[in-house]
């Protein structure tokens, strides 16, 4: 990807800002704060919300790297025809040497609205907000298995 050196945050901010302002006109307030959030960085083994309406949310961290709400990752899962948190096929990893499974190196708070995550791989544009999450909490509830 040629332009990955060249991005402009506040555009990117803005964008994903519209994203979450979007998503929370049809998701009520207490759906989309976080009570707690646990990120098991130690365990090394995903995210867990609770959120004030009584929710609980999780991810493993493999999930969240292949959801990444950037601009970049935004339009390469468009292109390929992938769902947030789908991984890319396993053929371009063929000649991959061994990689490390994702995991955060940090996470922390983006203003009130979001989690930033800076993955072992690197990649630091992902801003996970708070209503992007819950739109893809992966609970049987929310997320149905396919029949
Ligand atoms: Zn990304
Ligand atoms: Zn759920």
């Known amino acids: 990807m040629s332009h990955e050196g060249i991005r402009f945050v506040s555009a990117e901010e803005a964008r994903q800002d519209e994203l979450a302002a979007q998503q929370l006109d049809r998701l009520p307030t207490d759906a989309v704060t976080p009570l707690k959030v646990r990120v098991k960085l130690t365990e090394g083994t995903g995210i867990e919300i609770d959120w004030r309406d009584g929710h609980r949310s999780s991810w493993d961290f493999r999930w969240l790297r ?13 292109s390929a ?9 396993k053929s371009q990893a063929l000649f991959a040497l061994y990689q490390a499974p994702p995991r955060p190196t940090e996470a922390s708070p983006v203003g009130k609205y979001a989690l930033g995550i800076k993955w072992n791989d690197g990649h630091n544009s992902g801003i996970y907000s708070w209503t992007y999450l819950r739109s893809v909490c992966q609970c049987a509830l929310c997320h149905p298995p396919r029949s």
């Open 81 to 89: 025809g992938r769902v947030p948190g789908e991984p890319k096929p």
């Open 66 to 78: 292949d959801a990444c709400p950037c601009a970049n990752c935004y339009n390469e899962r468009g």
